[in-house]
């Protein structure tokens, strides 16, 4: 099983999602494209969280010095993001791949987060609640519906807003994988209690 981790804007919670999922399965984990904070990435986080030893993390295939749109970043290296440069890993495991930022995050001036997804992904949303966030949600799943995209499921992630969470199942009809509360802290213990409680709904996405 392949899932791909987008979130509905930036800083929602994608790395710790990924965290969580790839602990409850003891996936592979992949970033395609890590842009800036190469010293302490996302997948540095991920490993650091993990307390199976059976993940495999999977190098980047473009990393980028600034913190920044990865178009913009990639110009400011003096390279350009290709789609053909970015080859998923080869692996037996099952392999959760994390995006960055939103699904129209530009990559470069023609393809953008979305063309990352494959046909064989399937695609968990977090969404966290700010002011614009239901319109943001419901925008990003109408995206990958629009695209055939197998949209599986959504978690929200921080401070729960009932009302919010309602109407957006209600109008996508998307399974909820779980909440991750706003805890004072995550670390690998706080993962794997996280781990235990969604395992069973993704694994029914087999």
């Known amino acids: 099983m392949k899932l791909f981790i987008t979130g509905i804007s930036t800083d929602v919670g994608k790395t710790i999602a990924s965290a969580i999922i790839v602990e409850a399965l003891q996936a592979d984990y992949w970033k395609p494209i890590q842009a800036g904070d190469l010293e302490n990435s996302d997948s540095h986080k991920i490993k650091s969280l993990l307390s199976n030893d059976k993940t495999i993390i999977h190098p980047n295939s473009y990393q980028l010095q600034t913190p920044a749109s ?112 706003q805890e004072p802290y995550f670390d690998a213990a706080v993962i794997r209690e996280y781990a235990d409680m969604f395992r069973e709904n993704l694994l029914e996405l087999q």
């Open 70 to 181: 990865p178009h913009w970043a990639a110009e400011l290296d003096g390279i350009t993001i290709d789609l053909k440069n970015i080859l998923e890993p080869k692996t037996n495991n099952h392999l959760v791949i994390e995006g960055a930022g939103g699904v129209f995050v530009p990559l470069n001036d023609n393809d953008c987060v979305i063309d990352l997804i494959q046909t064989d992904y399937k695609v968990i949303v977090v969404s966290r609640h700010y002011l614009g966030s239901i319109n943001h949600t419901l925008l990003t799943i109408e995206a990958l519906q629009n695209r055939n995209i197998n949209c599986a499921g959504i978690i929200f992630s921080g401070k729960k807003n009932a009302a919010s969470e309602a109407i957006i199942l209600n109008k996508t009809g998307i399974k909820n994988m779980g909440r991750i509360e």
